[in-house]
């Protein structure tokens, strides 16, 4: 079977820095992807690793570690306005992701 | 430019009756697809459609969910005879069918059956 496993919540100080880790197991590898999704709003993109190591995009990096099938997501420079849910998508087919139920991050002062 | 939209924001309806799902992709865009996401759970992929080619209908979860998308373009998602089971966000996202081929994502349409 195919699973995407990331933690259901998290929480951080305005600031500081946090690591959301997604684990997978699926029948194919075609990348990974984490998306954004503020509550009641669109998921939107935020990075895709295909080979393996660190992506670095401003106060976001993203790690993939395929032997491991492990990414992680780091936030750095914490901000109120980074509360929101981080989706954990692989890509296993040509164009069919899984995508894991997400980790809701809370932000506080 | 504009992005991907979807309508109704909101539908709420009774059990047993038919909605009707409406999805505009990103103008270019080859590749479009629908989920449908559940609270505390991950985006279920329902169907793609890309191009010209037959659409990959593998994840509708019966025969009272249908899709079509005229002209390359629009997308419908009906789902007849509704039940309780199908409230959930139906969200719709294109792509451009090459390269990193990231999705795009409308705001989705909230359903309620009652």
């Given at each position: 079977g195919q699973n995407i496993d990331q933690p259901t919540e998290m929480t951080a100080t305005e600031g500081a820095i946090v690591q959301i880790n997604c684990t997978y197991q699926t029948s194919g590898f075609n990348g990974l992807f984490w998306y954004q999704q503020h509550a009641g709003e669109a998921p939107t993109f935020l990075s895709y690793n295909v080979l393996d190591g660190l992506e670095e995009k401003g106060r976001f990096s993203s790690f993939l570690s395929r032997s491991k099938g492990y990414s992680y997501l780091l936030l750095k420079e914490?901000?109120?306005?980074?509360?929101a849910s981080y989706l954990c998508a692989v890509r296993w087919s040509n164009y069919q992701l899984i995508w894991g139920a997400g980790t809701k991050l809370i932000i506080k002062p | 430019g504009a992005g991907v939209s979807q309508s109704p924001s909101n539908k709420v309806t009774e059990k047993g009756k038919d909605v009707e799902l409406r999805c505009d992709p990103i103008s270019g865009h080859t590749a479009l697809y629908w989920y449908r996401q559940s609270l505390g759970q991950g985006l279920e992929f329902l169907i793609y459609f890309q191009g010209n080619s037959a659409p990959d209908?593998?994840?509708?979860?019966?025969?009272?969910f249908s899709a079509e998308r005229t002209g390359g373009s629009v997308s419908t998602l009906t789902i007849q005879?509704?039940?309780?089971?199908?409230?959930a966000v139906y969200l719709c996202a294109s792509s451009s069918?090459?390269?990193?081929d990231t999705q795009y994502f409308g705001p989705g349409t909230r359903l309620t059956v009652l």
């Open positions: 914490l901000q109120m306005k980074d509360s | 209908k593998s994840g509708l979860p019966s025969d009272r005879r509704t039940q309780q089971e199908d409230s069918g090459e390269g990193l």
